[in-house]
């Protein structure tokens, strides 16, 4: 016989599973146990509407999500870290195969052959992109590969300190706080007028483009990180390697990436893909999980999860990373990208994006009460110093249809940090010219 269910069948418990718990809590009902909790709060009154049917239900949530302006209905030159790029229908098409929708958190060893290759594909897109050596199956976002470079840093070098430029996203650096603090590793920032790490450094930091946009000299920070004994870790937006060199060519010793711009629509912050990929030699203290390419005793060619350096398949002690999940759906969406667009497409995009952006950068710097702050080289963000607030003019803005940018006044004053990829049009720029420059007047 079923046991006794209690009033709710959205409560597993029985009543003698309810009866046990209170007497191990040394209560003798369920109201005794919430006598600390004034009676006016207990069952608070809920002014809801009546219930409604699913077609009006529908109806309700589709004007609710009508109210919202998402990018592709109005020109945005939003970034700082999440971009508007072109995705080509095959990726979509591709993702949305049922041997691939079931697959999003392939845990075990057992993953199917289809799987393993889809990530042995990805990780060897990685490589190439980023001019790297060894890459693993991906993490969560760029902000996590990051940090999770920062401390595979510190196994590597036995030190527990970690070198980040003033320059890098500050929401990357509030992740890297919280992935270090508990370990003890410190942390202190170098800056062009600051550049000697301390002599314990594990790693230094570097965003490439920064956070305001910026391409950084990568060269210079290489030789003082190895002049300390250090590595070299950089964060690049991966839309920029299809124009610039690879950070392994400056002596990057580790890369990580936002994998979003390849392939991965705004989907307000998420699901998206970290990249992560070093030098052979720190094979072993990659984390997360690396699919290899093997062959069985016949001579056929197979694929097989050849390091699972999670806490989850071996020894804590010895495991390189906590991470839980691995978003092996985005990462293949990321490998489709790749491999549709090819060196040659992903180019373009970089080039349309570097192009459109110095447009319209060149158009705001001639608007009076307008300057560009920043002298520094950029790819597809820059800094413009505005006659009022940022916020002010994003209002306007938006009073004109136009999602504008990335309020950046604790940095610069009245700063605007504005985004210009292959989606904005000479229309869009033109529109943004013309909002501006009413607010000039």
Known sequence: MLPKRSQSHY????????????????????????????????????DLPPPLSELELKQELTSLASLNRPVGTVPSFLGAGAYHHFIPSVVQSIISRGEFLTAYTPYQAEASQGTLQSMYEFQSLVCQLLGMEVANAGMYDGATSLAEAALMACRITGRGRIALLDTLSPTYTDVLRTYTEAQGI??????????????????????????LGCLEELAPWGRLAHDAGALLVVSVDPTAMGMFPPPSVYGADIVTAEGQPLGIPLSFGGPYVGLLAARMAYLRQLPGRIVGKARDGQGRAGFVLTF?????????????????????LVA???????????????RRVAELCY???????????????????????????????????????????????????????????????LCVTEMNSRQEIDALIAGLEELAR
């Not at 009866?19 to 809920?46: C, N, Q, T």
């Not at 994003?394 to 009245?414: A, C, K």
Request: with cysteine; charged share 25%; proline share 7%.
């Open 11 to 46: 409560i597993p418990n029985t009543e003698d599973d309810q009866r046990a718990m209170l007497r191990a809590v040394g209560a003798r009902s369920v109201e005794e146990l919430f006598a600390d909790i004034p009676e006016v709060y207990r069952d608070p009154k809920l």
């Open 186 to 211: 410190e942390l202190s920032t170098l800056s062009p007028g600051n550049p000697a790490p301390a002599r314990d450094t594990a790693a230094i930091l570097v965003q490439h483009p920064n956070f």
């Open 355 to 417: 192009h459109k952006a110095h447009y319209a950068a060149s158009r705001i710097a001639r608007i009076p009460g307008y300057r560009l702050p920043m002298e520094d080289a950029f790819f597809q963000e820059f800094v413009v110093q505005c006659p009022v607030p940022a916020a002010e003019v994003n209002r306007h803005l938006l009073g004109r249809g136009i999602i504008g940018g990335l309020d950046v006044g604790e940095r610069v004053r009245n700063g605007l940090l």
């Open 308 to 328: 699972q350096t999670r806490e989850q398949h071996i020894r804590r002690e010895r495991a390189t990373s906590n991470i839980c999940t691995s978003e092996a």
């Open 332 to 346: 293949l969406a990321v490998t489709v990208y790749l491999a549709a667009m090819g060196p040659r497409g992903l």
